[in-house]
């Protein structure tokens, strides 16, 4: 009997769509008006199709098991292990992993630590976004505000890593307690950098009135029209009420916060920016002064760019609050 004419670049195109939507052998070759002997050869083949076989070992995942493979772990919780004994397959967890690890959609990553939102603090986002969500340029005019500690050993979870096996393995070195650290304060808005001091730890409302009085005073009276707001989130010290009359006093207008809102603070990616600048290539540090200068350093490297993206974001943000219905979004 003549042999079939081999399918087509479309053709295979097809194949693999029909693939990914779950279709089946049989439903595939009455689509496409051609045999299943075909549709079975191209999915077990795949881009060896059409090939002449050369001889050595065959893969151990077929196209349809690497298909199967990735759909399951499509944002999922499952380890290899589990894939591998879900699907039934005779490859090892490693050959899972490498087919995982190849996908151009898929990549391994670290869950974000989100706050539980209850209905109440859900409907206290959704109300303040129906507030903002005609704000346009009056995102430019507010000062962006908040705390952060560095640690001289590095921030926790950030110890990922690619081994080279013909290396030595390397050794993150830890300390009590982190080894020390240093706490930050920091406030930006659309025309650069405000300010970055150190502060205590254990900071109370009156160091707090005291640190704005110093770094956020100035830059407010010099650039404020009036028109101007600030924003810290609800942290004890910030809502005290001393500090609310400091503010007052200095005709320092603030917004509103929703509680458990991190997500709606773009310092909060600045802090992640701050993270990468400092820990680059896993450095540790080994003296709080050492420490210091390097966050200076990244502080002062971050181009205006940067917060200006930030404060663009923020119509966003208030969007995905009400897309998410007062869920947490995805910044």
């Given at each position: 009997?003549?042999?079939?004419?081999?399918?087509?670049?479309?053709?295979?195109?097809?194949?693999?769509?029909?693939?990914?939507?779950?279709?089946?052998?049989?439903?595939?070759?009455?689509?496409?008006?051609?045999?299943?002997?075909?549709?079975?050869?191209?999915?077990?083949?795949?881009?060896?199709?059409?090939?002449?076989?050369?001889?050595?070992?065959?893969?151990?995942?077929?196209?349809?098991?690497?298909?199967?493979?990735?759909?399951?772990?499509?944002?999922?919780?499952?380890?290899?292990?589990?894939?591998?004994?879900?699907?039934?397959?005779?490859?090892?967890?490693?050959?899972?992993?490498?087919?995982?690890?190849?996908?151009?959609?898929?990549?391994?990553?670290?869950?974000?630590?989100?706050?539980?939102?209850?209905?109440?603090?859900?409907?206290?986002?959704?109300?303040?976004?129906?507030?903002?969500?005609?704000?346009?340029?009056?995102?430019?005019?507010?000062?962006?505000?908040?705390?952060?500690k560095f640690n001289m050993d590095g921030p926790d979870g950030f110890y990922y890593y690619w081994h080279d096996l013909r290396k030595t393995q390397r050794v993150l070195s830890k300390r009590h307690t982190s080894g020390g650290g240093v706490m930050v304060w920091a406030a930006f808005c659309n025309y650069g950098r405000v300010s970055l001091t150190f502060c205590s730890s254990k900071m109370n409302q009156y160091e707090y009135m005291d640190l704005l009085e110093k770094h956020l005073?100035?830059?407010?009276?010099?650039?404020?029209?009036?028109?101007?707001?600030?924003?810290?989130?609800?942290?004890?010290?910030?809502?005290?009420?001393?500090?609310?009359?400091?503010?007052?006093?200095?005709?320092?207008?603030?917004i509103d916060w929703p509680p458990y809102s991190p997500d709606l603070n773009p310092i909060e990616n600045l802090w992640g920016e701050l993270v990468r600048y400092v820990y680059a290539k896993g450095k540790q540090f080994y003296s709080i002064e050492t420490l210091k200068q390097a966050i200076m350093i990244a502080w002062n490297e971050i181009p205006l760019e940067y917060f200006q993206n930030l404060v663009s974001s923020m119509k966003s943000r208030v969007a995905n609050v009400l897309l998410k219905q007062g869920g947490s979004t995805p910044y």
């Open positions: 009997m003549p042999r079939g004419k081999f399918l087509s670049e479309f053709e295979k195109g097809q194949i693999n769509a029909l693939v990914a939507c779950g279709k089946n052998n049989v439903q595939i070759a009455k689509l496409l008006s051609r045999s299943t002997t075909v549709i079975r050869n191209f999915i077990n083949k795949n881009e060896n199709y059409g090939k002449n076989h050369k001889g050595g070992r065959n893969e151990a995942l077929s196209s349809r098991d690497k298909n199967h493979i990735t759909r399951l772990a499509s944002n999922e919780m499952i380890s290899c292990k589990e894939i591998k004994t879900e699907l039934k397959l005779e490859a090892s967890k490693t050959t899972v992993w490498r087919c995982l690890n190849s996908s151009p959609n898929l990549h391994h990553r670290k869950l974000k630590k989100k706050p539980i939102l209850a209905k109440v603090n859900r409907d206290r986002r959704i109300k303040w976004a129906i507030d903002k969500v005609g704000w346009n340029t009056e995102w430019e005019k507010i000062i962006y505000s908040d705390e952060k005073l100035d830059y407010w009276i010099n650039h404020n029209d009036g028109t101007w707001n600030f924003i810290h989130d609800n942290a004890p010290i910030h809502s005290a009420r001393q500090v609310n009359e400091f503010l007052e006093e200095n005709l320092i207008k603030k």
